[in-house]
């Protein structure tokens, strides 16, 4: 990959694109704005929204550009592609733009719930720990585990709704992240293994962590089915239901389509699916339970 010396405005701003880790930033853009949305359904102040919205995009947007101003060094031996290694963007140019996108997303915060911006600042903690070392052992599952159940947590704190169906999701959500931290891992396990990072995934292995990531997609299923059926957590079944087999039929997918002898590109892609399917999943036993 080229190293760009002289840089034009469109290097930079492709630089800043890319920094940005756009494709899992969206999923996450995606995932707050439907728990927020069904956390203020049917009263939606359009403001409130704006706000809890655009300060968890300020926060995704920080931990995404300051995980690669930390890993700058490792990338440029594993990940010349970077466009701090490419030099699109100057490192301290990515730090001082991490650092103003958390001044934003406390901004934010300000004018919402407090126990909006103390969940905020939690995952915050989260992730910035993972970028300055965390990601390297084995307790980034730990990691993720703790923070993705944050993000619904904060939605609906975010909008002054607070249900105790919120608590019973932060087990099943739990499970999801740790298998989302698994197929996140999958494209860079072999880079990981060369620098002597012990990531979950690596501890796992290639075959574990691909054998992980779908049991522990069925084991959150199985929960969402036993709190419905028990009447803990009632839910509509004709929403709930085709969620539930939806899910059934992407684990299956994810098990017997991919495996150890899976390419970059397939682990890429795998990775995009299990995002795709806990998106699903959540969201539909969201909707179910809150409609």
């Known amino acids: 990959m080229e190293i760009v010396k002289k840089r034009r405005p469109v290097d930079i701003l492709r630089g800043f694109f890319w920094l940005s880790h756009p494709g899992p930033v969206l999923f996450h853009l995606i995932a707050v704005t439907l728990f927020a949305l069904l956390a203020a359904w049917p009263h939606l102040i359009w403001r409130i929204l704006v706000l809890v919205i655009g300060a968890h995009l300020a926060m995704q947007l920080s931990i995404a550009v300051l995980n690669d101003y930390f890993d700058r060094r490792r990338d440029m031996v594993s990940k010349k592609n970077k466009p701090i290694v490419r030099g699109l963007v100057r490192p301290r140019e990515a730090l001082i733009t991490g650092l103003l996108l958390i001044l934003i997303m406390l901004l934010l915060l300000l004018p919402l719930n407090p126990l909006a911006l103390l969940v905020s600042l939690l995952y915050l903690a989260l992730g910035q720990g ?52 698994l197929a996140n891992s999958l494209p860079d396990i072999e880079e990981d293994v060369a620098t002597h990072a012990r990531t979950l995934a690596v501890v796992l292995g290639v075959r574990g962590s691909f054998t992980a990531c779908p049991l522990l997609i ?58 795709l399917t806990c998106l699903v999943l959540a969201g539909g ?6 409609l």
């Open 218 to 275: 069925l084991l959150a299923t199985i929960s969402i089915a036993g709190l419905a059926g028990s009447g803990l957590v009632p839910a509509r079944p004709w929403i709930l239901l085709p969620t539930l087999l939806l899910a059934c039929l992407a684990v299956g997918t994810l098990s017997v389509f991919f495996g150890s002898q899976t390419s970059l590109q397939g682990r890429k892609l795998y990775f995009y699916l299990v995002v």
């Open 130 to 181: 993972y970028n300055l070392g965390l990601k390297a052992t084995p307790l980034s599952g730990i990691v993720f585990a703790l923070a993705i159940p944050l993000i619904p947590v904060y939605a609906f704190v975010g909008v002054g709704r607070i249900v105790p169906f919120v608590f019973w999701l932060v087990p099943v959500a739990a499970l999801l992240g740790v298998s989302l931290n």
């Open 285 to 290: 036993w969201l909707i179910s339970v809150a």
